[in-house]
C-alpha cells in the first residue's frame, strides 16, 4: 500500500466583509468555492475559522467590516491499498499503459472515495511500476476522466514518460466529442466563464463569475440531428465537468448527462 500525501497544506486565509446580511457559512462557500458546506462547519467548530479575533457559529450574520481569517489544518492522510480490479487494458508497454475507463469508476482516491479507484487498480497491475510526479495519491494519472464519463487513459508508469507524455499533451491539446440538446445555430464558438462550486448544491459545479475559476472552452459542430449536435470540444483548462458545466450555460446539456442534463429527457 501507499501513505497518501497531503493535498492541502496548512494555510492562512484572511478577507474582510464588502457586502451585510451575509452568514459565516454563505459568505465563506462564495469567496472559497473549494470548501465545501460541512468542511466550512467543522472548520468553524473546530475553531479554525474566526471573525473579528473571536469564535463564530454557521448562522451568525455578517456585517461590512468583519474581518474573518481561516487557518485550515492538513487533511488526514488517505492510505492507498492496491486492489484485484479488472482493467480493460488496450495497449501496455514498460513505460505507458492505455486504457479504457468505464462508466462509474473513479480515477484517484478521495475523501469520498478511499478505495475501488482507478488507482488502486493500477497499484495491483503494476506493483512499483508507475510514475512519482502527481504524488502517492495520483501515481501515473497523466489526465483525469469524470466518474461518470468512459474512455481511454493513458498511465505513465515512470517519471520520464509522464513528463514526455505532460509535454505532447500541451503541444496537442484535448480534444472530445460530446452529443448536446438542441441545434446549435452556429459553426462554433468559444466559452470564457468562470467554474466553481455550485452556491446550494456541494456536490455540483456551476458557472460563477465572481468567485468560480477561469475557464475556457472552444467549439466546432461536427454533425446536426433533428434534436441534437454533436460537437467537438478543446479545452484551454481542466476544471472539473466543465464541458457539461459550459453546454448547459449555452442551454445544451450533454445527452444522457443526469446531473446538469434536463429533468425526464436522455
Not at 494519472?141 to 513528463?163: E, F, Q
Not at 448544491?201 to 440531428?225: C, N, Q, S
Request: hydrophobic content about 35%.
Amino acid at each position: 500500500s501507499q501513505k497518501g500525501e497531503p493535498v492541502m497544506t496548512v494555510e492562512h486565509r484572511e478577507v474582510t466583509v464588502a457586502s451585510p446580511a451575509k452568514r459565516v457559512d454563505a459568505w465563506l462557500a462564495e469567496i472559497w468555492p473549494d470548501l465545501s458546506r460541512s468542511r466550512i462547519h467543522h472548520l468553524l467548530k473546530e475553531g479554525h475559522i474566526t471573525v473579528n479575533g473571536g469564535g463564530a457559529k454557521p448562522s451568525q450574520a455578517l456585517a461590512i467590516g468583519d474581518q474573518e481569517i481561516a487557518l485550515l489544518p492538513d487533511p488526514v492522510e488517505i492510505s492507498v491499498q492496491a486492489e484485484d480490479i479488472p482493467l480493460e487494458i488496450l495497449y501496455e508497454d514498460r513505460d505507458i499503459l492505455f486504457l479504457n475507463k468505464p462508466r462509474g469508476m473513479v480515477v484517484h482516491p478521495a475523501a469520498g472515495n478511499p478505495q475501488g479507484t482507478l488507482v488502486n487498480a493500477l497499484l495491483y497491475h503494476c506493483k512499483d511500476a508507475l510514475s512519482g510526479i502527481n504524488g502517492a495519491l495520483r501515481p501515473g494519472i497523466v489526465h483525469r476522466l469524470d466518474k461518470d464519463t468512459s474512455g481511454v487513459l493513458v498511465v505513465a508508469k515512470n517519471d520520464r514518460a509522464h513528463r514526455n507524455l505532460t509535454e505532447h499533451w500541451q503541444e496537442t491539446g484535448r480534444f472530445y466529442q460530446a452529443l448536446v440538446h438542441g441545434n446549435m445555430p452556429e459553426p462554433g464558438g468559444e466559452i470564457e466563464i468562470s467554474i466553481g462550486r455550485h452556491p446550494k448544491d456541494r456536490k455540483k459545479m456551476a458557472v460563477v463569475p465572481l468567485t468560480g475559476r477561469h475557464a475556457v472552452t472552444h467549439y466546432k459542430i461536427l454533425e446536426r440531428f433533428a434534436r441534437y449536435t454533436l460537437i467537438q470540444a478543446k479545452l484551454d483548462t481542466g476544471r472539473t465537468h466543465q464541458i457539461r458545466v459550459h453546454m448547459q450555460y449555452l442551454g445544451h446539456p450533454v445527452v444522457g448527462d443526469i446531473i446538469y442534463g434536463p429533468k425526464g429527457r436522455s
